[in-house]
């Protein structure tokens, strides 16, 4: 697969980078190999964090850059960063702290929290209903006058005994909240009317019901159907006082209460006959009905419309009753349009809604791999589900574990790392970007998971560019180990006044830096036409020449070459014999058939204006090896000026470090500063000129820049010159 390449014209985060960087015209163009992954190698201190956060477009950041003809001047638009795992697993003073994901933490925090919420008001609606609005079952009348339907089916399942709300969906209740129109009530509302409406609404068979369904054939003319309420009173007065033979209110005498009792409930009766059915099976209610709780004045219409046989008396208290349907619809919406807590619970679900759908649609490859990779990995049964709305299930042993608190997850920190990380390439690899960036990807890993994070970011990102920002050389050799030539490797160099930007490495050196095998056959045969400068060639080689003896346990070369690696030695040793040895005589047309040299002729010896190899071809090598002999040179250098001047017993201290210790021994301010002026630089750190354990001859030079190199070399010649005239 084919690849664009990328240029940059712009990379700035405050003064981290250099001016270069802001007019980007030189080294500024990234290519990716075949396999689409390119790699910045950078040594801690160049901004590959600072670059991270540039394309992350973060705020105080800028960048502008071309990619398959379309120009970015944000970030976050074309890149999608996954961030060093130290930074992004560790999330200080929570609990909850596995994090699969920059995202899937804070979905599975909003999952809990609007989960939470959302029981709090469904409680509080409950009560609510039943205390401010007679609603109590799924039978209430008033639920099927509630005009929003999706209110409607929100209020009866909360109003549902067994299922309390839990058939309704958080996102269902979002939408019936969201249909809420008018909240608004009238003048004309009266709270009594109000509350006499719940309450006669709320029974099917109150008189409310039953004048709201009264139609206009039941309203016939009944000249005297007001004797019905008068007769009703007088039968209520004489049964209470059919003990008395003088009227109580008019005091007349000899009076049958027993006879006028009969005379008065037949009179009634016959005014009730002539009602139609309907009115006959509510007068009595009617008229039982106190007259305080009469709001709404049913006794007296009924009896008028009666009365007059007029109708609209009727239509009239119908609409009074009715309006108070369309003031019952703007209450209760009211009521659920000003509950704060509905409010939050919208906003957070969007955001959660909005996480969900960036979450990365897993395939069913992707199920396997994470399944089976994650299970042998970790050497525990790892299952991956996804619920009926899409929420990953990430099982342990047949066990939910996401959300659980570190203490309780029965894995190491390595595999927390590990899973969280397989679960970002899963993210990167749906992201709408169109590249991906890893910063330090195998930074918190021990060299087990550094080979499967290595095989993960490859097979699972497989589809997408990828940069990846490092200064580990394992990481290099993982890489080219599983996928041979999957990668251009970049240097990147951000230092005022040198050749900045992102150096391409030319592949024969890119294969010496991360093969030994490549880089063993370049000194054994195909370096030779490139050397310049033999002899410093091969006095540049001195520190390396002794490490690989080392491995090959060639003790003879081992001893020669050490008497040319301390300062208080005197010795000459034929360095292009150990060379010969070592590598072969391949080069004996080229090398000096002999080259005797100690270390008095050594340090005699600069590479100030020197070109050791051809830098056409090989740039870093040429690099390199002035950066040895500058090692090399200015660890001898003090080591013989703190011998000759303070006079250390070589017999018993040999190290440098040994040797700087007796020559400023004292616990004086000088002594003390001395000493840590000395063992604090770069250049005198013995595996800066020793090579055994690790035969990378490149690391020292891809890790200090030229001009650190420099200030600390003119630091060291300048304390050394202080000693000498001391």
């Known amino acids: 697969?084919?690849?664009?390449?990328?240029?940059?014209?712009?990379?700035?985060?405050?003064?981290?980078?250099?001016?270069?960087?802001?007019?980007?015209?030189?080294?500024?163009?990234?290519?990716?190999?075949?396999?689409?992954?390119?790699?910045?190698?950078?040594?801690?201190?160049?901004?590959?964090?600072?670059?991270?956060?540039?394309?992350?477009?973060?705020?105080?950041?800028?960048?502008?850059?071309?990619?398959?003809?379309?120009?970015?001047?944000?970030?976050?638009?074309?890149?999608?960063?996954?961030?060093?795992?130290?930074?992004?697993?560790?999330?200080?003073?929570?609990?909850?702290?596995?994090?699969?994901?920059?995202?899937?933490?804070?979905?599975?925090?909003?999952?809990?929290?609007?989960?939470?919420?959302?029981?709090?008001?469904?409680?509080?609606?409950?009560?609510?209903?039943?205390?401010?609005?007679?609603?109590?079952?799924?039978?209430?009348?008033?639920?099927?006058?509630?005009?929003?339907?999706?209110?409607?089916?929100?209020?009866?399942?909360?109003?549902?005994?067994?299922?309390?709300?839990?058939?309704?969906?958080?996102?269902f209740f979002n939408e019936a909240m969201s249909c809420i129109g008018n909240t608004s009530v009238d003048d004309g509302f009266s709270a009594d009317k109000f509350k006499c409406f719940l309450a006669g609404y709320s029974d099917k068979k109150s008189l409310l019901h039953s004048v709201l369904a009264l139609e206009e054939p039941d309203i016939t003319t009944v000249h005297n159907a007001q004797e019905i309420e008068e007769n009703s009173a007088a039968i209520e007065i004489l049964s209470h006082f059919k003990n008395k033979t003088k009227c109580i209110v008019c005091d007349s005498d000899g009076i049958n209460s027993e006879e006028l009792i009969d005379q008065k409930t037949k009179n009634r009766q016959a005014v009730i006959d002539s009602l139609t059915k309907q009115m006959q099976g509510f007068i009595d209610g009617i008229l039982k009905m106190p007259q305080s709780e009469d709001v709404f004045k049913i006794r007296e219409n009924i009896l008028l419309s009666l009365e007059y046989g007029d109708y609209d008396i009727i239509k009239n208290l119908q609409r009074d009753i009715l309006k108070y349907s369309n003031y019952f619809n703007a209450i209760i919406s009211g009521y659920f349009k000003k509950q704060s807590n509905i409010v939050i619970l919208k906003e957070m679900y969007m955001e959660y809604s909005k996480l969900i759908s960036e979450k990365p649609d897993i395939t069913e490859e992707d199920f396997i791999y994470i399944e089976e990779i994650l299970s042998n990995s970790m050497d525990k049964k790892i299952a991956v589900r996804r619920d009926e709305n899409k929420n990953i299930k990430i099982l342990l042993e047949e066990r939910e574990f996401l959300g659980k608190d570190r203490e309780e997850l029965p894995l190491s920190t390595g595999e927390q790392n590990f899973l969280s990380l397989c679960f970002e390439f899963l993210k990167a690899k749906n992201s709408p970007q169109k590249i991906v960036v890893l910063d330090d990807p195998i930074s918190s890993f021990d060299s087990i998971y550094k080979n499967k994070v290595v095989f993960a970011m490859v097979k699972m990102l497989e589809n997408k560019p990828r940069i990846i920002l490092t200064h580990n050389i394992d990481l290099l050799r993982l890489l080219e180990s599983q996928y041979k030539n999957s990668f251009r490797l970049y240097l990147l160099n951000n230092t005022e006044g040198e050749n900045n930007g992102f150096i391409a490495l030319s592949k024969n050196e890119q294969s010496m830096l991360i093969n030994l095998q490549e880089l063993l056959n370049t000194f054994r045969h195909t370096i030779f036409n490139s050397i310049k400068s033999p002899e410093m060639y091969l006095i540049s080689m001195i520190p390396f020449m002794r490490g690989y003896a080392t491995v090959i346990d060639d003790t003879e070369s081992i001893e020669k070459l050490t008497e040319l690696m301390h300062g208080y030695k005197t010795k000459s040793v034929d360095v292009s014999e150990i060379y010969f040895k070592l590598f072969g005589d391949a080069g004996k047309n080229v090398l000096p058939a002999s080259f005797k040299i100690n270390v008095g002729d050594l340090l005699s010896r600069t590479v100030d204006g020197v070109t050791i190899v051809d830098t056409n071809k090989y740039p870093l090598l040429d690099k390199t090896l002035r950066h040895s002999f500058t090692y090399l040179f200015l660890r001898l250098l003090v080591e013989k000026t703190l011998i000759d001047k303070y006079g250390i017993d070589t017999e018993k201290y040999q190290q440098l470090g040994a040797i700087i210790n007796q020559s400023f021994k004292g616990n004086d301010i000088d002594s003390i500063r001395n000493r840590v002026r000395l063992t604090s630089k770069k250049t005198l750190i013995n595996e800066f000129n020793h090579f055994e354990g690790n035969l990378s001859i490149f690391q020292p030079a891809i890790d200090i820049t030229e001009k650190a190199l420099g200030a600390e070399k003119t630091s060291i010649l300048t304390f050394v010159d202080i000693i000498k005239q001391s």
């Not at 981290?16 to 910045?40: E, L, P, R, W, Y």
């Not at 964090?49 to 970030?75: F, P």
Request: aromatic content about 8%; charged content about 20%; some cysteine.
């Open 1 to 171: 697969m084919t690849f664009p390449k990328l240029t940059f014209n712009k990379i700035e985060n405050g003064l981290i980078f250099t001016s270069d960087f802001s007019t980007f015209i030189k080294n500024n163009v990234i290519s990716f190999s075949n396999s689409g992954i390119s790699v910045i190698y950078g040594p801690n201190g160049t901004g590959k964090t600072s670059l991270a956060k540039v394309l992350s477009g973060n705020s105080d950041t800028a960048m502008c850059c071309e990619y398959n003809g379309t120009n970015y001047d944000n970030g976050i638009d074309i890149f999608h960063v996954i961030n060093d795992q130290n930074n992004r697993n560790i999330i200080a003073g929570t609990a909850q702290d596995f994090l699969l994901g920059d995202n899937i933490k804070r979905e599975f925090e909003l999952q809990k929290q609007i989960d939470e919420l959302y029981k709090n008001i469904l409680s509080e609606t409950i009560a609510a209903l039943k205390e401010k609005f007679a609603i109590s079952t799924t039978t209430n009348p008033l639920i099927n006058i509630i005009n929003n339907n999706k209110l409607s089916t929100v209020i009866k399942d909360l109003a549902n005994k067994n299922s309390k709300g839990s058939k309704i969906s958080i996102e």
